[in-house]
Nanobody
Framework: QVQLVESGGELVQAGGSLRLSCSASQQSISAYAMGWFRQAPGKEREFVGSISYNGERIVYADSVKGRFTISRDNDKNMVSLQMNSLKPEDTAVYYC???????????????????WGQGTQVTVSS
């Protein structure tokens, strides 16, 4: 229901930083929880983090907690994923997604999200 486009994926050296952005051009995301997921070749899609509609709740996968930060700007219809201290195992296609959740909710489950972006490639070299 929400058209999402990710951007910012690049080739980066281990230990570096990168910021991904997710934009909704024609819809408001203010009522949606937003999520970030990633998928490496041959692996299942993996939860990265989720932020509630108003930004008051944020949850992260243990593998990225302390290194990645999700933020949102509902007025600009944008969500960001700031990634620091990148590791080669962070290499994946990163997807943003929208979930029309009960107020204040987040979700780690891909099936809850009804809208997905096309993905952006992040490659971390050693």
């Amino acid at each position: 229901q929400v058209q999402l486009v990710e951007s910012g994926g690049e080739l980066v050296q281990a230990g570096g930083s990168l910021r991904l952005s997710c934009s909704a051009s024609q819809q408001s995301i203010s009522a949606y929880a937003m999520g970030w997921f990633r998928q490496a070749p041959g692996k299942e899609r993996e939860f990265v983090g989720s932020i509630s509609y108003n930004g008051e709740r944020i949850v992260y996968a243990d593998s990225v907690k302390g290194r990645f930060t999700i933020s949102r700007d509902n007025d600009k219809n944008m969500v960001s994923l700031q990634m620091n201290s990148l590791k080669p195992e962070d290499t994946a296609v990163y997807y943003c997604a929208a979930y029309l959740a009960p107020a204040g909710w987040t979700s780690r489950w891909p099936g809850d999200y009804g809208s997905w972006g096309q993905g952006t490639q992040v490659t971390v070299s050693s």
